[in-house]
DNA sequence: CTCGTATTGCAACAATTGTTTTATAAAGTA
DNA sequence: TACTTTATAAAACAATTGTTGCAATACGAG
């Protein structure tokens, strides 16, 4: 029960009666894992010092119908230990979740490796570099205007530091207008790219503006031009790219900023209750209908 | 970059200089490293997309003699993070983890939870509510806006059964004007709930529409109202409220839409695909400038 | 437009894969 | 001892692998 392991477990339990050569293979296999995903079964056999025949006994031997079934289990454990949390989990059944089981598992997994030291550190670089810029222009556009969007908002709480460019009536860019050296565009684009934002951030930096990007890959079209880069994952089971891993980074620069100085924002948002209360925006309950 | 991978970087450097297909493969390989050792190259292949051939054509473009070399600095990397695993064993326990690492965990987890029997059953009997509908409304005020929007643009790349009334220029709920028995609203408010959400929630129940919520609470004012709900954690470390569970409903919704008639959603994005390369709405990399 | 080049998809290729069969050897039983 | 059962090795097998050559296509320079 150490390790959670049914195959390991399986195969230590029958130890014992297994004929000498399904032995040496057991054995290997248990000493190796890894090496079994890693190299082919004859390879693997060779090592063991057994016949490529032995590998497959070995496997009925335990109940399976083959050696692809090993394999795939070893397989499974290493995809498992990258996720590292994934073993959290259980995926008993696995084929058998449902599509919203596994996209959302998906997407869990997918936010908690932005948890990784490598992108948290970017994370906090691009916060770094918001904080110090004058006037903030967040763009995007398409699918990722959601994602622009959050931060728009959340940001217009805190302040009036950050100009959206909504694209509204065909404006897009207006906002640039007046931007310069002193103030940073927060572009958010994902594949396939938006031949508008490429142009935008393209725009920005001949203006000498600083670029932070949300992307969605080392290789994007944004990276050559960004001063900050943070990538998030968009792949998803179904045919759409997903958006949340973008959405929790944006929510996650909207939290590191306004933690810079809790007072203001406590202040900023105190005041923003106010000003919203006086417009009766908000109810706790189904108001009367006049 | 501090990753230290000759590989990794070698592509990342010619990236801009590959044909098309390459860059696509390339990508694939960037994106799913761990996969390039436990699969075969036709399967890679096929699940980036790209003929198997252009595999082995892009080993050559790296100056490998074959497909092999890849695999095998792969396979190198999975054995060393095995091997160097007590090194990065540095995570949680110290609970000294900076904010952003605790708003992703928490995340995660939030998200996560969603997954849970209960969970999964409330988002199928909405999506099935949805579907059934003639017309969907989608309605979601202030930070809830992002929501609807999402779900709207997803819905509409499938087809036009999706409206949005998203009160630009104070035209709040003249979409409902004919809306009737055989449509949905679909409304979207975490707490402080937006007045305008709750009126229009109660003025659709009021036109005998049905009512779908996605909310964050028990006792949220829609749960009287609606038909279904989906519930969604809200709750952040930081001054905020966090949108990226409600987030990742929608896109659940979405998913679980698309996948009731897969054929259909594939031809309409096929033909949302050529209409905007016909626009040339989309670029791979950054656009000459006038 | 036309040509020359570069890129791509396709199909054939030998090599290698995991499996099955067959024959031999070993072990156990009466 | 002879005979059955079990375990192993070797060889044959179809399926799949990674690779290559070639024809079709797309692309860009003039």
Redo the contacts between chains.
Sequence with gaps: MSHGDALRDRIIGTYESMPPQLQQAARHILEHP?EV??VSMRELARNAGVQPSTMTRLAKFLGFDGYEDIRAHH?RA??L??DG?AA??QRSSDSGE????Q???S???Q??R??EP?S?AR??AAAERLAQARRVYVLGL??C???A??FH??MR?LGERTEHLDGLAGTIGDGLMRAGAEDVLLAISIS????HS??L???AR?KNMGVVAITD???S?LI??ADEAILC?T??????H???PA??VS??L???L??RDRAA??EA?QKADQHLQGL????????K?Q
């Design positions: 890894d995903a890693l397989a290493i995809r230990r990258v949390f959290q989990q449902g599509l919203a089981q996209m959302l598992y997407l869990s997994a936010i908690n932005l948890a490598a948290i994370l906090e398409r699918s205007h959601l994602v969007w959050h908002y959340v709480l396939p790219y938006a031949r490429l142009e951030a393209q725009l001949e890959s080392e290789v079209p050559g031009i994952a792949e998803s089971p179904t045919f759409f997903t958006l949340s959405l929790a929510e996650v909207c939290g590191l306004a933690n924002a406590l948002l009766n925006t908000y109810s706790g309950a189904i108001p209908r």
